[in-house]
């Protein structure tokens, strides 16, 4: 195992090469944008739990995820993220977020697509594209315990994009 620093935009991040296999982890802040050159470009805005996922700026009749019942609540993670591919692809083809809590239990997040006004989530993003040069606000959601939100345990967010993988300490 070996660790190499970097320093971009006066952040300093780890890259961690891992002996079993030729990815490396980037640690990542809410400071850092990430460019991938000619796939994607992102940057987390945020995260929150919530009881229901709904538009940002909500309007007349809406889609919204709404939670099971009250031992659940939403984890979200939120990035804007733009399309650097010079051709439309898959909404749901540029990144992929797994959250791990208490560095043992795994969570396959779920994405959701929100549109530049914030009236409307996508809930579908294997159905749609994202046309090259193109950002949407991705919120990536999975109900988990609500005792997660509030137990100090660690959480952390691997972001994976391109085969680079990237991870992101929420707590």
């Known amino acids: 195992v ?3 620093e970097e320093k971009k935009n006066g952040n300093a991040s780890i890259s961690k090469a891992d002996g079993n296999s030729k ?3 980037t ?3 809410l400071e850092d944008k990430i460019t991938i050159d000619n796939f994607c470009e992102f940057n987390i805005l945020g995260t929150s739990f919530s009881k229901d996922i709904v538009p940002s700026n909500p309007t007349g009749y809406y889609s919204y995820l709404e939670g099971k019942d009250d ?3 939403y984890f979200e993670l939120t990035m804007n993220v733009k399309n650097l591919n010079t051709s439309a692809v898959k909404q749901d ?3 992929s977020v797994k959250l791990k809590y208490d ?3 795994e969570y396959n997040c779920s994405l959701v697509t929100e549109d530049a006004s914030g009236n409307e989530l996508e809930n579908f993003p294997n159905l749609y594209n994202i046309e ?3 950002s949407l606000k991705y919120r990536f959601v999975v109900e988990v315990p609500k ?3 509030s137990e100090g345990k660690p959480l952390k967010a691997t972001i994976t994009a391109n085969g680079n993988t990237y991870v992101y300490n929420v707590r």
């Open 2 to 4: 070996s660790s190499l």
């Open 71 to 73: 031992s659940q609540k």
């Open 103 to 105: 560095n043992n239990y």
């Open 27 to 29: 640690e990542i802040t």
């Open 147 to 149: 005792d997660l939100e």
């Open 93 to 95: 083809s540029l990144l």
């Open 23 to 25: 990815s490396k982890e």
């Open 132 to 134: 090259p040069l193109k």
